[in-house]
């Protein structure tokens, strides 16, 4: 195989290898009637499978590997931050600092239960985690180095299943005491002088920076204590909001906001010992796309070559790319992707710069020679401004030919992983499901178990990364600091999921809109004050995208039970159900022998259970075996061309029937919103969430640019809240039973799914200045003296939580006046909408559409799809606006016509209409930012042009009035 070689494929079906170069059509390379793969020796993959699928194989060939290797170390860069105390309320999860028998026990007692389930599963006793569990064990000389593998040319495979055998055996003597190792090399890259990782100079820097370097108590004179101590802190805390600011909010019984600070050097210290190789736990990352005409591929390349370049040891991540549109285009787009990433990656690494997508690199407006000293990166960055220009020009071909020839040969189910040779990059793997007339897909949801079990079998990390394909990491630490919670021995055992912000990029940057202003985001005052509050009761709900996941979690199963930190149990979020769990109690109190005992008992159990995980899990004993290991991994033995072959049967059409997936486990079903869902159901079964804010944003994505889209968005999500509202999760009903659901979180997740019932009153409140001034009625009916006390009462109380809310949450008053008005402009659309559709599918069984949001790509095409629902999402708050406007103007003009009486009732209905109509000042924004474009939007014009003549001339002559006017039975009062 040449070394320079783009792509090089095997083909079940052809029975060839074929090398495509970048824009070449595949030619044979060779005809393989040997059948034994070129590529891994394997003779499985070679062989023919009668032609129904056609599982391919990808590597990508030659790499140079001079640069990378030296940026491998960038990540130990040395900023020490403050050891800080925890504060008050850090240890209502955990009590005692136990880091002795936080790994030992349990884990020890769990891998031995899980070597003889995986042994009675896969009938192979070298599995997984291994049965080298004690301390003099020989590890395979593979994992000897920090990150080196077998560099045979064959696909590693859940390469790190090595590494776990030693984390596991490793761990308990790694923590305490911590070993010390010998002063490591310094690395010195090119030019650059930076501290990688002296052991003496990481000391040295440290004590510097705690201020410590005068004479002090032997023990801190210790390097060795002083980091044990230091690796021994918690990888997290929470940050104290000030308590004149939160004392008079906490009277309301409403959130607990809580703000958190994380310490990446700590976890370093814990997981990356130099000379050790790196305990940080694996990470799978899935992109989910759909539809390359709404999201574009340089879109989704972005956000893949940013996945790629983060902050991590690459050996520890994979890429999963869900194509759920099964789009050629996006396969080539990603390949091509692949081949870019060889030379960006080592290039971000190289001159660790952010954001590492380089659409959004290069269009930094700052200056990028701040603390850049390395002479040759003005030269290195122009050249990688113009590969990265190539790279789009060979993109945006893509996508031209794509529009013209339609797809051939293209089969739906597929799994394709790319890997290049050698260890620079992380594994990237293209997956498309098999979908079918007639199954239920499921939309995401589907797609992210489709990825759920693809990743499972082949790499299965314990931990996972889900984003869409438009949110790329724009802090290439994002995962670390997940994993600072995640990986926390306090209070990582129970946290499912640490949800990031989600952030935009705001408007579109090239401006190809002129109507800036139709932008709505009323995103920073739900995180801001939400997430934040939810934080402190059980965890902020998960919102789709930028959220790092526990596999275990996903898999239905509960947090560690019993003690808040346990000695001698020996169930911790092992692989039982509930009634197993009682007995392995049972014996951890017993205490004896447990983790011998344990397994040995519990062979018969074990296989009576297989038949149960089928039926939980679906029918592929390698992802069953493989859901058994909490620690991740795969087996070492398995072979390449087995896994790819499985990968594939578990993304098959019928493979979750009669199974659990999208009931209890992965990602649920049931509601366009899965993401709301998915979260509620880990919170029912007692699991905390964590809402991490890094300073610099973990993610961003592109926010819909225009009102269409947005309100389209709006719609979608209200939509889901009602389908989840009425249907058997919801929080009204749901999850009584464990009573692991606080109070609070219910009432949190009520809210979530109810809102957009909000907008039956709301339109009659929108709609209710308008009728008084045109039919000349004060609506205000006459109330008692104590009922208008309860409403005063009422008014006062939710105007100080508002007031209070601004201040600790660190809200603007714009933003929050953004968000009222496009609370009103969502609430009497889309809300609206949602509220007719929810419940037309309720009683109906009327059934609705995912529609993907579109992502900055031009709308001209399909302008047309959305002129129905743009122009019946834009009815209701037309009318209120043209109703209100005529008000105002029939009310004046009244008034100056026929005199005034009474000046004083007239600007009180005045000011109720103005208040709506400021409300709705950006709708009205946004339609006239459609002016040029839309002939629809001239009519609305029209019409309420000629409204407001009309009815005019209605107010002279009043008698018209009661056929023309709205209807004034409306607002239910008796004027
Ligand atoms: O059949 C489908 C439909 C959508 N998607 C993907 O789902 C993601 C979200 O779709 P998008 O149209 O961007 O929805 P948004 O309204 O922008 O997304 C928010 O709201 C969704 C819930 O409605 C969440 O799933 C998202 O994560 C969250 O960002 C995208 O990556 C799509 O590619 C699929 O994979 N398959
Ligand atoms: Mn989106």
Redesign the pocket.
């Known amino acids: 195989m040449e070394a320079s070689a783009g792509l090089v494929a095997g083909s079940h079906n052809r029975n060839e290898l074929v090398v495509i170069h970048n824009h070449e059509e595949p030619k044979p390379l060779k005809n393989l009637d040997a059948q034994v793969c070129e590529i891994c020796g394997d003779e499985g993959l070679a062989m023919s499978m009668k032609g129904e699928k056609e599982p391919k194989f990808v590597l990508n060939a030659g790499l140079d590997t001079s640069v990378s290797k030296v940026m491998k170390f960038v990540h130990f860069s040395m900023h020490f931050l403050e050891g800080s105390p925890r504060v008050e309320g850090d240890d209502d999860e955990e009590d005692i600092d136990d880091i002795e028998h936080e790994f030992k026990i349990d884990e020890e007692q769990n891998k031995n239960k899980q070597l003889h389930v995986a042994d009675l599963l896969h009938g192979k006793m070298s599995y997984g985690r291994g049965p080298e569990t004690d301390e003099n064990s020989q590890f395979p000389p593979v994992i000897a180095g920090v990150r080196s593998r077998p560099v045979s040319g064959e696909f590693p495979v859940g390469g790190y299943g090595h590494g776990e055998q030693m984390l596991s055996s490793s761990l308990h003597k790694r923590v305490h005491p911590y070993p010390v190792s010998e002063p490591g090399k310094l690395e010195v890259q090119d030019g650059m002088k930076r501290k990688e990782g002296g052991w003496k100079e990481r000391m040295d820097d440290w004590k510097y920076q705690q201020g410590n370097l005068g004479p002090e108590p032997d023990d801190a004179n210790d390097p060795d204590m002083a980091l044990i101590d230091e690796a021994r802190q918690p990888l997290s805390r929470k940050v104290p909001i000030a308590s004149s600011k939160i004392n008079p909010y906490r009277m309301f019984p409403k959130w607990f906001p809580i703000d958190r600070e994380t310490y990446l050097d700590r976890l370093s210290f814990r997981y990356e010992q130099e000379g050790e190789p790196n305990m940080l736990d694996p990470v799978d990352i899935f992109?989910?796309?759909?539809?390359p005409m709404k999201?574009p591929p340089l879109v989704t390349a972005n956000t893949v070559l940013s996945i790629l370049a983060m902050d991590y040891p690459v050996d520890k991540i994979s890429c999963y790319i869900?194509d759920?549109g099964a789009s050629m285009l996006t396969f080539e787009a990603l390949s091509e992707t692949a081949e870019f990433a060889r030379k960006w990656v080592p290039f971000c690494k190289k001159f660790a710069i952010e954001p590492r997508a380089p659409e959004m690199y290069f269009t930094l407006k700052i200056d990028y020679l701040k603390d850049k000293v390395q002479p040759t990166f003005v030269k290195e960055r122009r050249a990688m401004k113009r590969e990265y220009e190539e790279f789009k020009v060979r993109i945006n071909a893509l996508v031209a030919k794509a529009s013209k020839v339609p797809p051939e040969g293209w089969i739906m189910q597929d799994v394709e992983a790319m890997m290049p040779e050698g260890n620079e990059l992380p594994r990237l793997v293209y997956v498309s499901r098999e979908k079918r007339p007639g199954f239920q897909?499921h939309?995401?949801a589907?797609?992210m178990n489709a990825l759920v079990r693809v990743s499972g079998v082949l790499t299965n990390a314990p931990f996972m990364l889900n984003l869409?394909?438009?949110?790329y990491i724009n802090n290439s630490k994002a995962v670390r600091e997940a994993m600072c919670f995640l990986m926390d021995p306090q209070i990582g055992r129970k946290v499912c999921y640490v949800q990031f912000p989600?952030r935009f990029d705001g408007i579109d940057r090239h401006d190809r809109y002129a109507n800036r202003n139709t932008v709505f985001f009323d995103v920073s005052l739900k995180e801001l004050i939400n997430m934040r509050g939810l934080d402190g009761i059980q965890g902020p709900v998960y919102?789709?995208?930028g959220c790092v996941f526990r596999r275990q979690a996903l898999y239905g199963y509960e947090p560690p039970k019993g003690p808040k930190r346990p000695k001698m149990v020996v169930c911790d979020c092992c692989p039982c159900f509930g009634r197993r769990k009682k007995k392995y109690d049972k014996h951890g109190a017993n205490g004896e022998n447990a983790s011998l005992g344990v397994g040995m008992e519990n062979d018969k159990e074990v296989l009576m259970s297989q038949m149960n995980f089928e039926k939980k899990f679906g029918q592929s004993a390698i992802f069953v075996t493989s859901t058994l290991m909490d620690q991740g991994g795969v087996p070492p033995s398995s072979s390449p061309a087995a896994l790819l072959k499985e990968a594939i049967h578990v993304i098959s059409c019928g493979y979750e029937d009669k199974t659990e997936w999208g009931l209890e486990l992965g990602w649920i079903y049931g509601s366009?919103?899965?993401?709301i869902l998915t979260g509620f159901k880990m919170h029912c079964r007692g699991w905390r969430s964590i809402y991490c804010m890094p300073k610099m944003a973990a993610f961003k994505?592109s926010a819909?640019i225009n009102l269409s889209d947005r309100l389209n968005?709006v719609l979608?999500?209200a939509l889901?809240s009602v389908e989840i509202f009425f249907s058997r999760h919801s929080p009204v009903w749901y999850g009584f039973k464990g009573g692991k659901l606080k109070f609070l979180e219910r009432f949190a997740y009520v809210n979530t799914t109810i809102y957009p019932f909000t907008s039956l009153p709301l339109l009659a409140y929108c709609l209710l200045p308008a009728i008084c001034l045109l039919t000349d009625k004060f609506i205000m009916p006459e109330i008692t003296t104590f009922a208008s006390l309860f409403f005063i009462g009422l008014f006062i109380a939710i105007f100080t939580t508002g007031i209070l809310e601004l201040r600790w949450s660190g809200v603007s008053i714009e933003e929050w006046w953004r968000n009222e008005q496009f609370w009103v402009i969502g609430g009497i659309s889309a809300h609206l909408f949602a509220v007719v559709q929810g419940l037309l599918k309720v009683l109906a069984g009327v059934n609705t559409n995912?529609?993907?949001?579109s992502?900055a790509s031009d709308d001209e095409e399909f302008g047309e799809l959305y002129t129905f629902k743009w122009t019946t999402l834009l009815i209701p708050p037309t009318t209120v606006l043209i109703v209100n406007l005529v008000g105002v103007v029939a009310g004046v003009s009244d008034a100056i016509n026929n005199g005034t009486q009474a000046w004083g009732p007239l600007f009180g209905k005045l000011f109720f209409a103005f208040w709506v109509i400021v409300h709705l000042y950006p709708f009205l924004k946004g339609l006239m930012g459609r002016q040029n474009r839309t002939p629809t939007i001239v009519v609305i014009w029209s019409v309420l042009l000629a409204s407001i003549f009309s009815l005019l001339w209605v107010r002279i002559d009043p008698f018209v009035m009661k056929t023309k006017g709205p209807n004034t039975s409306m607002c239910g009062i008796n004027c």
């Open positions: 992109v989910s796309t759909v539809d999201e869900s759920d897909h939309k995401k589907g797609a869409d394909c438009d949110h989600q919102v789709g995208t366009i919103t899965e993401d994505g819909p968005q979608r999500w889901g995912f529609t993907v949001t992502k």
